[in-house]
Nanobody, 123 residues
Framework: QVQLVESGGGLVQAGGSLRLSCAAS????????MGWFRQAPGKERQFVAA????????YYADSVKGRFTISRDNAKNTAYLQMNSLKIEDTAVYYC????????????????WGQGTQVTVSS
């Protein structure tokens, strides 16, 4: 059974930083792409960032490009999302997800999801 556990969310002022972690188990982590997604109240879940199995390829939503950085440590079975220059509109529940492929797939292809961690950015 694959398990993904996010941590690192919280309350931060606009302009601040947070680092989210996603600890994975139950699947050979280093073989699979990972993604971060978020869902704000009343909105659909949206893509934030993704990283290929090796970490060589990364992708970002336009809204976070230049502010967020996705990374992974295959030795620790953990993916990260470093979030800098946070804005009020970044407030959402953030989810990590594991893909069944090494290359980054479309959002609908991710097959395992974490429970989410709340990020709240205040003014």
């Amino acid at each position: 059974q694959v398990q993904l556990v996010e941590s690192g969310g919280g309350l931060v002022q606009a302009g601040g930083s947070l680092r989210l972690s996603c600890a994975a188990s139950g699947r050979t982590f280093r073989y699979y792409a990972m993604g971060w997604f978020r869902q704000a109240p009343g909105k659909e879940r949206q893509f934030v960032a993704a990283i290929s199995w090796s970490g060589v390829s990364t992708y970002y939503a336009d809204s976070v490009k230049g502010r967020f950085t996705i990374s992974r440590d295959n030795a620790k079975n953990t993916a990260y999302l470093q979030m800098n220059s946070l804005k009020i509109e970044d407030t959402a529940v953030y989810y990590c997800a594991s893909a069944p492929t090494g290359a980054v797939p479309p959002m609908e292809a991710y097959d395992y999801w974490g429970q989410g961690t709340q990020v709240t950015v205040s003014s």
